[in-house]
């Protein structure tokens, strides 16, 4: 066969897979399609329709406008904001801190350390034991710290993190050191700036963990107004509790405009990470595989 021809069986192939690669894109996106056009749908008509949803029926902001209009719902954007925000940065920290001594060659008892911290990826102390600390011993009980704090670091990500730290050469951490840098200047100044691919993926785990939690808060939690989004989010989608957002409607529509309103808070539950992750999206492979495959 000559070189740069293919054969038909290639390109059968060729076409197969990208038939088959188009398909399961429009499997993956349709769900998410279908609850932005139903959000945005009269409940009336949506209530009718049967099948699939290509575009909005008779167009209407009704239910993003009692969505956006409830209380709990902006309350529990702000306290989802200010966990997701202050806990990553302290996940980051963290995680960077230990990830940095168990990277430093010739220090003494990292690999007995090492060990320890893997038998925590297998062995836990449960969950009555985790509420005794966080709530008699550590009195974190309905603060928002009772969500950041427990879980500071990530078994998994410091492993990803010490891997990526030790792939830096020495010499150039030798070389700040010649030049009077002490250890917390040589991680700020040379290791993490090194290290953003890493750093970005590590944003965007803690990030996302932070804002699809909800167990945490619904066992440490008791003021509704520290509830985080998801809790809200749950309450409505699975207790279908949307009494406070249909105050106004007829009691007979209200069973009508709740499905439109489950619509609309999934959407505004999910765009803004949705929005936050094509700026991460580039460093996610880099950083992955730059913390998993030690060179």
């Known amino acids: 066969m ?36 139903a959000s945005f749908s009269d409940a009336n008509q949506l209530v009718g329709h049967q099948g699939l949803l290509l575009y ?35 996940n980051i920290l ?21 060990i320890l911290i893997v038998l925590t990826m297998f062995f836990s ?6 509420y005794l600390l966080v709530n008699n011993t550590l009195h974190l009980g309905n603060t928002l710290f009772a969500l950041m704090l427990p879980g ?14 030790e792939s830096i050469p020495d010499a150039l951490v030798e070389s700040a050191r010649m030049d009077g840098a002490g250890e ?13 691919p890493v750093l970005s993926v590590m944003v965007l785990f803690y990030g996302v963990g932070h804002w699809n939690a909800w167990f945490s808060a619904v066992i440490y939690l008791r003021d509704r107004e520290l509830f985080p989004l998801q809790v809200i989010l749950r309450e409505i989608l699975i207790q279908n509790s949307t009494e406070s957002m249909t105050t106004g409607v ?6 009508t405009i709740s499905e439109s309103i489950k619509y609309a808070t999934i959407i505004v539950a999910t765009l803004p990470i949705l929005l936050v992750y094509p700026f ?16």
Do not use: C, H
């Open 2 to 37: 000559i070189a740069g021809k293919r054969s038909i069986m290639e390109r059968v192939f060729d076409a197969g897979n990208g038939a088959f690669l188009f398909m399961l894109i429009v499997l993956t996106l349709y769900p998410f399609y279908y609850v932005l056009m």
């Open 56 to 90: 909005p029926k008779q167009f209407s902001t009704a239910a993003y406008e009692l969505v956006l209009a409830n209380p709990n719902i902006l309350s529990g954007y702000r306290n989802t904001i200010v966990v997701v925000s202050v806990g990553t940065t302290l």
């Open 94 to 114: 963290a995680t960077s801190l230990g990830a940095y001594v168990l990277s430093r060659r010739g220090l003494y008892w990292t690999k007995p350390m090492t």
């Open 125 to 130: 102390g449960g969950l009555i034991p985790s």
């Open 152 to 165: 500071l670091v990530s078994t998994w990500n410091l492993i990803v993190m010490r891997t990526s730290f």
């Open 184 to 196: 917390w200047g040589i991680l700020f100044r040379v290791v993490i700036p090194l290290s953003l």
């Open 250 to 255: 007829g009691t007979g529509d209200r069973e």
């Open 280 to 295: 991460l999206q580039k460093y996610f492979a880099k950083g992955v595989m730059i913390g998993a495959v030690k060179e």
